[in-house]
């Protein structure tokens, strides 16, 4: 029997759904601001996960252009039935200040890969939507409802109403049947069914360092809802040092074997700091029902373990991802997102220069609307990355290269662009976290003259919090750049603002021209080489 290691998926991929569908497994987790939205893994032995799918990757399903930070598409709930994937999901378009605008959205499709329906609008009441269907042939949307007054707390309970297919709308009364536990902050609904019993398991706490799953239930699907006998499932709010931290919200399937596993969240900070630049990751955990029809985990406590007892399943090892890629193939490699826009050809093109990558400089860095910014998530503590760039900036106004990217906040740029006398420069631009204003500052007393043309080779080491740039001009010989940089800053709780970022550590290719004349930048290859053993 394989063992699980916990996060099962590594870097940047939190509020994981899970589904079966006979012997295959799903988990669907948030994408917020980056494009195409909701990444769904699929495994057969819930030990190996591969990249299955982004569903939401056209203009009529989303447009997050003006969306701000940590905003986009909030946990996507994923459900099976009627012969059909049903994929639920937010756009937040505010999350900041009193008010929040959460706009609720159902996709269906008959296999995972598609193809997947134009979106159907649900409601807008609060975020964190999911569709129960219930034996009857019945279907419930839950959420939770945010109340703008925050008379009391802005997680003002679950929201209950009943959704007809036919109509393709919510239909009858609308009630409000959880409030949640004394914890607070309730969220991430999901509803099911056994043994006569409705469960219902919510996040609560935040996603910070108080989050936790709740398990309620009741004998009707509107409540009253009566809390688990230890109220929490999972939490590691009382164990500061357990490695897996701000665990919370998640799912829970039963195997064909009859063995059930529960996802959820989680951080690692890294080691002496609360500070994960990993952001929030997927876990799993074996759970146990009792005899009072209460699920527990197998371990005893609440605390998550890192390493899990797996199913009794044949192992379906999946292939590794390469470290390097030459952008030869007619699509962006699948590790690659970029930020907002449904119009891609805008920003990036793969033919124009066949074997490259070609970036068109858009707005500036930060921008909400339009950036040309193709990144993939951190997924180690250490790791190395290079990439190599052809451009010819003739302003201060053009940038183009390597960048370590959280927000607009929180960046690090190893950037090539040009002098007041239009000669080749290269910089290492920073914002350290500065809420609001986003002020950055340049780590080199003066910059760095390049040749006058030829391509740029640039990289980067990260070791912990240690982040340091390097380029070369054959890709032989390297040159270290700038000081040694704060790689903490990439995460969730760094910066006087951190409260409320919800994505992770991205490192990839970059160029802006604020000038607006598109200047575009070539860049041959991408390589990501990461070493787990500061993870063990």
Known sequence: MATIRNPILPGFNPDPA??????????????????????????????????????????????????????????????????????????VKRRLGNFKDTHNYLVTAPSIEGPWSDPVYVNSSGFDPSLFHDDDGRKWFVNMVWDHRRRRSSFDGILLQEYSPTEQRLVGPIKNIFKGSPLGLVEGPHLWKRNGWYYLTVAEGGTAYNHAVTMARSRTIDGPYELHPNTHLITSKDAADAPLQRAGHGFHVETSTGEVFHTHLCSRPLPGTRRSPLGRETAIQRVVWHEDDWLYLAQGGQVPAVEVEGPSLPPHPVPPEPERHDFDAGELPSPFQWLRTPEPERIFSLSARPGSLRLYGRESIGSWFEQALVARRQTAWIYSAETVVEVQPDSYQQLAGLICYYDRARFHYLAVSADDEGRRVLQVISCLGDHPDALMTYALESDLLLPASGPVHLGVDVRLAELRFRWSEDGETWTPVGPVLDASILSDEAGPGAHGSFTGAFIGMAAHDMTGRALPADFDFFTYREDQSAAD
Request: some cysteine; charged content about 20%; proline content about 5%.
């Open 18 to 91: 899970f589904c079966r569908v006979g012997d295959d497994y799903y988990i669907a987790t948030s994408t917020f601001e980056w494009y195409p939205g909701v990444q769904i893994h699929h495994s057969r032995d819930l030990v190996n996960w591969r990249l299955a799918c982004r569903p939401l990757d056209r203009r009529s399903q989303l447009d997050m252009r003006g969306n701000p930070d940590s905003c986009g598409v909030w946990a996507p709930a994923l459900t099976y039935a009627d012969g059909l994937f049903w994929l639920i999901y937010t756009d």
